[in-house]
């Protein structure tokens, strides 16, 4: 039904009246990747996780079926990358393109009409409007004007079939920038700018988070409403107090969600962020904020010396919110500097469903599964929803002569298994030290009984569980001493070495790191901490700490090489 309303929409915006030109001059904000955008003008269209080699072949015609890449498609995200190359070469094939869109899918076929991607194609349209238009044809000009105005008036009688979130955020801000661009749209603006108001009262919370908890979806979001209040104020209108108050609160929660390289902690979804598009979102906010102390989004941040830990400190999302949330409870990532240690796997949604829901598993986090349990479990009758969650019931924490000191306790395996889990983690004042305590506990005599029956049911009568960090795929790990430690050497120069005492095995095994952009999911590894429940509780101590010989400043010169896809 809502398929069919976005047609008749469409079908009806395309016949109104057209804008005849701008109302000023457009400038570009939204920024792409040189090395993805020479890839577009060389033939090799990398799209939601799927290349398709087509030299001088126009995009709507090559052979792709996945949904998510003509989605991406459509959504028109690929012009900044063509911008950010510029030439004369790129800007021919982004014209080539967009108006091709425009003869086969302006009067409202294809699959590009929804409301989220209109709005998201809208902005990048109007963005690289200069871009676009140069040495372009009046009847062209014309057509392209028609286009921009057919969106716009399909924008202003869908958006509100789009479901809340990101994708309306996107639609809202997409029909504000247009309807502030375009002669004779000014009409649709001002129901815009109150609804996007109200959905940042709805959505975003008072300590500047989101349901989905997806801190890459967080710094969309905090674009977006930064990209609208810049329009709003460049055309002398007023921006509500709940959008500006929504921007205030967005921006600390983003530099607690920030590790020491700059990128985004890579929890329920979200990858590490386009490089720049942080830096450049928060200096075009205005907000000058420092990271918080407490919960940011559900995540808690020690920082010390050039070292960040961020720990998943909340229940992971449910209901709509959850559809894509992982069992990452009390999970870390670690990062020295410039380079990521202990990470995530991350999303597997670009190489497929069965990568998609293994990055959703507990296993693929740097935290303790049980039996292969996961610390929540998916929902059978609807397998993209979280409905076992586990819920964090404790969080403390503190600071001391010793360093940054946080306890958390989840119950994820009380239902299961009468077992509790909780994690005491120590950063040094200097940030060359990370000690940990993993412990497992039946509390309760009623958890102690079903222990119990869990242990009669195995057959060496115990409860294995696994303590897993999964490392950058840049680290270079070995046994070391004798089998008793690992010794982590980091691009930088630097080395870290990996201890224990508690635990029945210790071992490097392979793992993956799930990237966006990349064709398939890169070789990495694992410090893997063994070890079984044989009466009520089961306690494991480990430390992380850098060699003695690491100075204590590295000067880290070394260069990654530009974005590949591989």
């Known amino acids: 039904m809502t398929r069919w309303a976005n047609r008749w929409a469409a079908w009806r915006s395309a016949r109104a009246p057209a804008a005849r030109g701008f109302v000023s001059q457009p400038e570009p904000r939204s920024i792409g990747l040189y090395a993805r955008g020479k890839q577009l003008v060389s033939g090799n269209i990398m799209l939601a996780g799927h290349l398709v080699e087509a030299p001088g072949e126009p995009l709507w015609h090559v052979a792709a079926e996945d949904p998510a890449f003509w989605k991406e498609?459509?959504?028109?995200?690929?012009?900044?990358?063509?911008?950010?190359?510029?030439?004369?070469?790129?800007?021919?094939?982004?014209?080539?393109w967009t108006w091709r869109w425009i003869a086969l899918f302006g009067k409202g076929r294809g699959p590009g009409w929804t409301p989220d991607l209109t709005g998201r194609r809208l902005i990048r349209w109007i963005n690289h409007a200069i871009f676009l238009m140069n040495g372009r044809e009046p009847e062209e000009t014309q057509?392209?004007?028609?286009?921009?105005?057919?969106?716009?008036?399909?924008l202003s009688r869908r958006w509100q079939a789009t479901a809340p979130g990101l994708p309306r955020f996107e639609a809202l801000t997409g029909l504000i920038y247009a309807g502030l661009a375009l002669t004779g749209m000014e009409e649709v603006v001002i129901p815009a700018v109150a609804a996007l108001a109200r959905e940042c009262e709805t959505e975003i919370d008072a300590q500047g988070g989101i349901p989905t908890r997806n801190p890459e979806e967080l710094l969309e979001v905090f674009t977006l409403l930064t990209w609208a209040a810049q329009a709003l104020g460049e055309a002398g209108k007023t921006v509500p107090p709940a959008h500006l108050a929504a921007i205030e609160r967005i921006a600390p929660t983003l530099r607690s969600l920030r590790h020491a390289d700059g990128a985004l902690a890579r929890f329920h979804g979200g990858g590490r962020g386009m490089e720049g598009r942080l830096d450049h979102?928060?200096?075009?906010?205005?907000?000058?904020a420092v990271p918080g102390s407490g919960l940011a989004?559900?995540?808690?941040?020690?920082?010390?010396?050039r070292t960040t830990v961020?720990?998943?400190?909340?229940?992971?999302?449910?209901?709509?919110?959850?559809?894509?949330?992982?069992?990452?409870?009390l999970g870390i990532?670690?990062?020295?500097?410039r380079r990521p240690l202990i990470v995530s796997c991350g999303s597997g949604a670009p190489f497929g469903p069965e990568w998609y829901r293994a990055g959703r598993a507990t296993p693929s986090h740097s935290t303790l599964s049980v039996e292969g349990y996961s610390s929540s479990r998916l929902n059978r009758d609807t397998p993209e929803v979280l409905a076992d969650r586990s819920n964090v019931v404790m969080t403390r924490p503190s600071q001391t002569a010793d360093g940054q000191i946080l306890r958390l306790?989840?119950?994820?395996?009380?239902?299961?298994?009468?077992?509790?889990?909780?994690?005491?983690?120590?950063?040094?004042?200097?940030?060359?030290?990370?000690?940990?305590?993993?412990e497992l506990r039946a509390e309760s005599p009623a958890d102690r009984d079903r222990l119990a029956a869990v242990m009669r049911r195995n057959r060496d009568g115990c409860v294995s569980f696994a303590i897993r960090f999964h490392l950058h795929p840049d680290v270079d790990a070995e046994i070391d001493l004798g089998g008793t430690a690992v010794s982590l050497a980091l691009k930088s120069g630097e080395i870290w070495v990996f201890r224990h005492s508690g635990s029945e095995g210790l071992s490097v095994e392979p793992s993956v790191y799930l990237e966006k952009g990349?064709?398939?999911?890169?070789?990495?590894?694992?410090?893997?901490?063994s070890g079984h429940v044989a009466e009520f509780d089961a306690m494991i101590g480990w430390t992380l700490a850098k060699a003695q010989d690491t100075p204590l400043a590295i000067r880290d010169l070394e260069r990654d090489d530009p974005l590949i896809q591989v």
């Open 333 to 337: 990532e670690m990062t020295s500097g």
């Open 310 to 329: 961020i720990v998943d400190a909340s229940d992971p999302p449910g209901g709509r919110a959850g559809a894509s949330a992982h069992a990452s409870t």
């Open 143 to 154: 057509a392209y004007f028609r286009a921009l105005s057919a969106q716009t008036l399909f």
């Open 281 to 288: 979102a928060l200096a075009a906010s205005g907000v000058r």
């Open 409 to 438: 306790a989840q119950n994820g395996w009380v239902a299961t298994h009468g077992l509790m889990h909780s994690r005491l983690l120590l950063l040094s004042p200097d940030g060359r030290q990370l000690g940990g305590q993993d």
């Open 73 to 96: 498609a459509h959504g028109f995200a690929w012009l900044d990358d063509l911008a950010a190359v510029g030439d004369i070469v790129a800007r021919k094939r982004a014209q080539d």
């Open 297 to 305: 989004m559900g995540f808690l941040r020690l920082a010390a010396g």
């Open 518 to 529: 990349r064709l398939r999911p890169r070789a990495s590894k694992q410090i893997v901490l």
